[in-house]
């Protein structure tokens, strides 16, 4: 799981970057053709994480309903606020590290199997994050492609 771990780590490293380089107005702009922004992508990301490793696992997720609520699969983006920004960039690497350490003190023990939408097949915890570095690898391209066009 080492590899898994340092891979999600340079991923979400470079999420913050992108973050960082984009106004308030600019991560929340929706450009033409585009069904979401930069701020969306950011908040789906971390509750997709937490949906398919913590609630899949059976234990409580490490965020809010309303975050959940608010950038789960299928949501459309609203408004976010600096502090919602603030927060999703804190949460980028709280939970790599809280999801780190739940693994390595064994907090991981069942795991309820799951199909995507997409159709991959999620049977253990393990499965779970190599999909889970697979998914945000595909939102890290959206972004690449949404800052070309605000």
Request: charged share 25%; aromatic share 12%.
């Given at each position: 799981?080492?590899?898994?771990?340092?891979?999600?780590?340079?991923?979400?490293?470079?999420?913050?970057?992108?973050?960082?380089?984009?106004?308030?107005e600019?991560?929340?702009?929706?450009p033409?053709?585009?069904s979401?922004?930069?701020?969306?992508n950011?908040?789906?990301?971390?509750?997709?994480q937490?949906?398919?490793?913590?609630?899949?696992s059976?234990?409580p997720?490490?965020?809010?309903?309303?975050?959940?609520?608010k950038?789960?699969?299928?949501?459309?983006?609203?408004?976010t606020?600096?502090?919602?920004?603030?927060?999703?960039?804190?949460?980028?690497f709280?939970?790599?590290?809280k999801t780190?350490?739940?693994?390595?003190?064994?907090?991981f023990?069942?795991?309820?199997?799951y199909?995507?939408?997409t159709?991959?097949?999620?049977?253990?915890?393990?499965?779970?994050?190599?999909?889970?570095?697979?998914?945000?690898?595909?939102?890290?391209?959206?972004?690449?492609?949404?800052?070309?066009f605000?």
């Amino acid at each position: 799981m080492e590899a898994t771990f340092k891979i999600w780590e340079t991923s979400r490293n470079i999420y913050l970057k992108i973050i960082e380089n984009y106004s308030l107005e600019q991560l929340n702009k929706i450009p033409e053709g585009f069904s979401n922004n930069l701020a969306w992508n950011l908040g789906h990301i971390i509750v997709s994480q937490q949906g398919l490793v913590y609630r899949l696992s059976g234990l409580p997720m490490n965020i809010s309903p309303e975050m959940m609520e608010k950038y789960k699969n299928g949501s459309k983006p609203t408004a976010t606020t600096q502090e919602e920004i603030e927060e999703l960039k804190v949460l980028l690497f709280s939970l790599l590290e809280k999801t780190k350490e739940d693994y390595a003190s064994g907090k991981f023990i069942s795991y309820d199997e799951y199909t995507t939408g997409t159709g991959f097949h999620l049977a253990n915890i393990k499965d779970a994050m190599e999909f889970n570095n697979y998914h945000e690898g595909i939102h890290l391209g959206f972004m690449m492609n949404i800052r070309k066009f605000i």
